[in-house]
């Protein structure tokens, strides 16, 4: 008899799918139907009754309504992506950069990976929350000292203004690089001292040996940490589009129209994660030819 052979590359793919197969069991058991639900009642007017939600057919207009009787969802939108565009390129490179001196050889370097690691475990839900109403997360030298007015004379305030808002949201991308410093890190030390070694020899600095060695072999990390980074911010504690559609839903019991609002940020994420696989597509085939 003879035995079937797969290839290497149908093993792999074999192992894949072993390994998400616990993932797709529990979304068709756990996540299907709520999805299903929320588009059913995005597109009718729901009315709470002693027997429950009594659905009318609407079509679009929990959908028109959201871009024209609505007059904070698109400019929470708006906030949204800004906040995002801004946040997630000083997260990477603050991870990247973190990940470089831990990944160094020197005493302690465990202490200081769980230190980097651990507003993962605190600073999250309800707890985040309260630190952020609280003030935590703003630096007191930004407003509690005028360093505006004293650097205004050097700097032009269009540029100075920005800056500082910048800076100010440093505490929150420590906060929130913690997982992205471990994927770095795991990624580096994937990389063959060897590699390293045949550049030296052949005179590459360490910036040519960064450029031409370490940033395209951790290009797949860049990748994923980027995905994370993007989804953690449209999802996270203090994003204003979460916090209205969860109001409109369990404050006002406006199932439909949040339902509506959630499809709707549903698409915008999914562009953004569009525009993002078709921006590493070509690296990530480079790298997937050199593997």
């Avoid at 009315?47 to 009787?69: D, M, P, Q, S």
């Avoid at 690691?117 to 609280?134: C, K, M, Y």
Wanted: proline share 3%.
């Amino acid at each position: 008899m003879r035995k079937s052979k797969i290839s290497m590359r149908g093993r792999h793919i074999l192992e894949g799918y072993g390994f998400i197969s616990i993932w797709i069991i529990g979304f068709m058991l756990f996540m299907a139907y709520p999805l299903g639900q929320s588009l059913y009642y995005s597109l009718n007017h729901l009315t709470v009754t002693e027997k429950g939600l009594v659905a009318e057919f609407a079509g679009l207009t929990n959908y028109r309504a959201a871009f024209t009787t609505d007059v904070d969802f698109l400019p929470l939108l708006q906030k949204t992506m800004t906040t995002m565009l801004t946040q997630v390129p000083l997260i990477l490179i603050f991870a990247m950069f973190s990940a470089l001196l831990l990944n160094r050889n020197f005493k302690g370097r465990v202490i200081f990976r769980g230190i980097f690691f651990l507003p993962v475990i605190i600073a999250s839900g309800a707890i985040l929350r309260e630190l952020l109403e609280q003030g935590a997360a703003q630096l007191p030298i930004f407003y509690q000292y005028g360093l505006f007015g004293m650097l205004n004379d050097f700097i032009p305030g269009a540029v100075l203004g920005p800056l500082l808002k910048y800076a100010d949201s440093l505490t929150l991308v420590m906060w929130d690089a913690g997982v992205q410093i471990l994927i770095f890190i795991a990624g580096l030390q994937t990389i063959s001292p060897s590699l390293y070694e045949a550049a030296k020899c052949d005179g590459a600095t360490k910036w040519e040996a960064f450029w031409k060695i370490t940033f395209p072999m951790i290009m797949p990390m860049i990748f994923v940490n980027t995905l994370y980074s993007v989804v953690n911010s449209f999802t996270k504690t203090d994003n204003h589009i979460m916090n209205h559609i969860m109001n409109n839903v369990f404050k006002t019991n406006n199932y439909a129209y949040g339902s509506a609002m959630g499809w709707i940020y549903f698409i915008v994420i999914s562009i953004v994660l569009a525009v993002i696989f078709f921006l590493f597509r070509k690296s990530l085939l480079q790298t997937e030819g050199r593997a």
